[in-house]
């Protein structure tokens, strides 16, 4: 695919070789080209111009990489090395991301619109330590010994072996964190992956092949197709050489993805949408509160599985806590996420754009109030303004669906709403991805911990990832938990093992 693009003035030579590059298919150790012609064009979201192609995988390239990643799961070396041995790969991976962490912020930046500034302080960095910490899990993943409750002398054990075949597919709005999510598990755990990238922001996924390459895994073992969902995605969540799909998306698609895991009872991982509330108590500490209930939903313009996109704030304060975040916003400088001037970045694409623009309509004839914000802005670019919505209740779509974008619906609470009362109200929702509890009352922080239905609850932070942290969803918010060892056993099976002695 030769198509010649301008360069970024903002980004290095290096970022814009890799861009302009003529991409393929990272297949069985090498570039591939696609069988078919298909290629998606990838947009800079901060001016919606075209930047790059990517091949679109189509079910003849997914099937060569299914292939490749079975060959490499049965036949070794991967599955036939000793775990540390595998451990020294990721840990390596991981080291090449740090290595390369200044170009890989800028193509993160370029792809998904988001603030150069904070992609080298978030995504990358939590990128390698997801990677550098699932590295230590690969040689610990063990079985256990149990005694027996029947008559006889019996030995047991079990182990715990890699699911197989595994397809992460990532969305679009932390393009790597997401990758590392599923792929430091899935490595540490002995399987092998096909990754398939968001259509929308393919081009860190293919920069991590050249470093899994530079790395000397062996081939195979991590495959990486660009594609979009119906045909590529749809084609890895139906083979029947797949033994485990972990995906990362929204809930319909989810819910899709169950139904054609069905075929052969894939293995499955679901990380899908939210609702999450937050709740500020009279005795929290404001200078906290405030910027940090601010940034739990306008860090990348919202579009964040867990944005905390629900604000419950005692009436004693309300008035000061809504008007902090909107003043915070007001003056936010919208630009290219490469531009050091800029302090607002885009939404990913057009279609979330227009999506976030309709919810905020809805909102606003529904008799909700703007504070601050409350339009897309009138530019080149998918830019909406951080907006902060009063007036709403639990009625209103936009208290009620998840919008993804920079819109916070505030209501306040009174000393007459007990805790059960109040998380009630939390829990009124088909989500259960995360909470946040704004406090300094320490009874009240972990009663309402145990009271909220939610994969995680935070209390006096939000937004706060760790690889070590189980993470996940009740309710409609998902299947299963990634981080932590949770997540490396969702990539294994567990066989026992009975000898009659
Ligand atoms: P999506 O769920 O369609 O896309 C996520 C990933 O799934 C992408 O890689 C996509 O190519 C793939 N995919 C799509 N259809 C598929 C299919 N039939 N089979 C297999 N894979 C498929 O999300 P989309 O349309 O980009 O965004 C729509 C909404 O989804 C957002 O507004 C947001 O509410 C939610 N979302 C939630 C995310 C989260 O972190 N939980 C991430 C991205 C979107
Ligand atoms: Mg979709």
Redesign the pocket.
């Given at each position: 695919m030769s198509v010649v693009y301008p360069p970024n003035d903002l980004a290095s030579d290096a970022v814009n070789q890799f861009i302009a590059r003529s991409h393929k298919l990272y297949i069985d150790g090498e570039w591939q080209t696609p069988t078919e012609e298909g290629a998606i064009t990838v947009l800079d979201p901060a001016t919606g111009m075209p930047i790059a192609k990517v091949p679109l995988a189509g079910r003849e390239d997914v099937d060569r990489a299914v292939k490749a990643a079975r060959t490499a799961f049965e036949e070794g070396p991967w599955s036939r090395m000793t775990p540390i041995e595998r451990s020294k790969y990721i840990w390596r991976l991981a080291d090449l991301i740090e290595r390369h962490a200044g170009e890989l912020a800028q193509i993160e930046s370029i792809d998904a619109g988001k603030i150069v500034a904070v992609t080298q302080i978030a995504d990358i960095p939590l990128s390698a330590a997801m990677m550098h910490y699932m590295a230590g899990w690969a040689s610990k993943v063990d079985g256990e010994t149990f005694s027996f409750n029947r008559p006889g002398e019996y030995h047991g054990y079990t182990l715990r072996e890699p699911v197989g075949v595994a397809a992460l597919?990532?969305?679009?709005?932390f393009p790597l964190v997401l990758t590392c999510f599923k792929l430091g598990p899935a490595l540490a755990a002995g399987c092998t992956v096909i990754i398939?990238?968001?259509?929308?922001t393919p081009l860190s996924a293919l920069r991590l092949a050249d470093l899994v390459s530079e790395a000397g895994f062996p081939n195979g073992v991590i495959n990486i197709l660009t594609g979009?969902?119906?045909t590529s995605?749809?084609a890895?969540?139906s083979h029947p050489g797949v033994d485990k799909i972990s995906?990362?998306?929204?809930t319909e698609?989810g819910k899709?993805?169950l139904r054609?895991a069905s075929g052969n009872l894939k293995r499955v991982t679901l990380?899908?949408?939210g609702k999450s509330p937050m709740f500020v108590f009279p005795d929290a500490d404001l200078d906290k509160v405030i910027p940090g209930c601010s940034s739990a939903i306008f860090f990348n313009q919202g579009q964040t599985?867990t944005a905390g996109s629900r604000l419950y704030v005692h009436r004693k304060v309300y008035d000061r806590v809504v008007a902090g975040i909107a003043d915070g916003v007001r003056s936010l400088v919208p630009g290219h996420g490469l531009d050091p001037a800029t302090s607002l970045a885009p939404v990913v694409s057009e279609s979330?754009a227009t999506?976030v623009a309709r919810y905020i309509d809805l909102g606003l004839s529904a008799g909700a109030e703007a504070v601050v914000g409350g339009s897309r802005l009138e530019r080149e670019g998918y830019f909406i303004a951080p907006t902060v919505l009063a007036n709403t209740h639990g009625d209103m779509a936009v208290v009620r669906e998840?919008i993804?974008g920079p819109v916070l619906t505030a209501m306040p609470f009174d000393d007459d709403t007990d805790l059960d009362t109040l998380a009630a109200i939390g829990n009124d929702t088909p989500f259960g991805l995360a909470a946040s509890v704004w406090t300094t009352n320490l009874s009240t922080a972990h009663k309402m911990a145990r009271r909220l239905k939610a994969g995680t609850v935070w209390l006096n932070t939000h937004n706060h990832y760790e690889p070590a942290a189980a993470f996940g969803g009740a309710k409609e918010s998902g299947w299963g938990r990634e981080c932590g060892i949770h997540g490396v056993h969702l990539f294994t099976e567990t066989k026992t093992v009975i000898a009659a002695l």
């Open positions: 597919i990532v969305p679009w709005n398939k990238p968001a259509e929308q979009d969902g119906p995605g749809a890895l969540a995906f990362t998306g929204s698609v899709g993805i054609a990380e899908l949408g599985c979330q999506r998840e993804f």
